[in-house]
T-cell receptor, first 111, second 112 residues
Framework: KNEVEQSPQNLTAQEGEFITINCSYS?????LHWLQQHPGGGIVSLFM???GKKKHGRLIATINIQEKHSSLHITASHPRDSAVYIC?????????????FGKGTKLSVIP | DAGVIQSPRHEVTEMGQEVTLRCKPI?????LFWYRQTMMRGLELLIY????????DSGMPEDRFSAKMPNASFSTLKIQPSEPRDSAVYFC??????????FGSGTRLTVV
C-alpha cells in the first residue's frame, strides 16, 4: 500500500499570504489528486496531475515524480480558502484505480 | 450531469438496526468506490467496483458490511447490524478508469 504523508497538519495564515502544502508518497504513481473539503462539506477534486505543474486561478499544483513529492500552492490566500486539503495517490502504485489519502492539511485563513 | 448522488445525506439509527446507503454514479463512469471518513483514521477505501464487479473489498471492516452494484447506475452499502463505532461520513466516488474522479456529498451516519 502507498503511504502518504502531508505537511503541515494545520496551517493558519493571514489573508493575502502565500500558502504551501506538501505531500510525499512511498510508491511510484501515474498521477496524483489534490482534493478540497470544506467543514461539513463534500469533497471536491482540485487537480489531477501526472507531471510538471497545473494552475487554476490562485491555485498551483506541482509534482516531482522522481522524488515522489507534490506541492499545492495558494497565492493571495483568502478566508474562503479555509478548508482541509487532501493529497491522494493510487492505492498500490501506478495502474491501481482506488485512492489512498493523506490525513489532510487544515488551512485557516484569517482576515 | 448532476454528479455523484448519495442518499440519504444524514442517517441516525439505533445500534443493531440495518442501515443502507445508496449511490448513483456519473453516467459513463466505469469505476465506483465507497470510502469512509472518520476523525481518527481520515479517508479509507472500503470497496471498489469496476464495470459493476467488486474488485477489492479488503477495506470492508467485517462481515457486518456488504456492498452491491446490481447495475452501472446504482450501488448500495449495507451495515447489518450497525454499531456506534460505524458512525462516520461515507463517501461514494466514481471515475472513468483513473480519470474524472468525482465524489458524492457523503452520508453522515450516526449510530446511537
Amino acid at each position: 500500500k502507498n503511504e502518504v504523508e502531508q505537511s503541515p497538519q494545520n496551517l493558519t495564515a493571514q489573508e493575502g499570504e502565500f500558502i504551501t502544502i506538501n505531500c510525499s508518497y512511498s510508491v511510484g504513481i501515474s498521477a496524483l489528486h489534490w482534493l478540497q473539503q470544506h467543514p461539513g462539506g463534500g469533497i471536491v477534486s482540485l487537480f489531477m496531475l501526472s507531471s510538471g505543474k497545473k494552475k487554476h486561478g490562485r491555485l498551483i499544483a506541482t509534482i516531482n515524480i522522481q522524488e515522489k513529492h507534490s506541492s499545492l500552492h495558494i497565492t493571495a490566500s483568502h478566508p474562503r480558502d479555509s478548508a482541509v486539503y487532501i493529497c491522494a495517490v493510487p492505492y498500490s502504485g501506478a495502474g491501481s484505480y482506488q485512492l489512498t489519502f493523506g490525513k489532510g492539511t487544515k488551512l485557516s485563513v484569517i482576515p | 450531469d448532476a454528479g455523484v448522488i448519495q442518499s440519504p445525506r444524514h442517517e441516525v439509527t439505533e445500534m443493531g438496526q440495518e442501515v443502507t446507503l445508496r449511490c448513483k454514479p456519473i453516467s459513463g463512469h466505469n469505476s465506483l468506490f465507497w470510502y469512509r471518513q472518520t476523525m481518527m483514521r481520515g479517508l479509507e477505501l472500503l470497496i471498489y467496483f469496476n464495470n459493476n464487479v467488486p474488485i477489492d473489498d479488503s477495506g470492508m471492516p467485517e462481515d457486518r458490511f456488504s456492498a452491491k452494484m446490481p447495475n452501472a447506475s446504482f450501488s448500495t452499502l449495507k451495515i447489518q447490524p450497525s454499531e456506534p463505532r460505524d458512525s462516520a461520513v461515507y463517501f461514494c466516488a466514481s471515475s472513468l478508469d483513473f480519470y474524472g474522479y468525482t465524489f458524492g456529498s457523503g452520508t453522515r451516519l450516526t449510530v446511537v
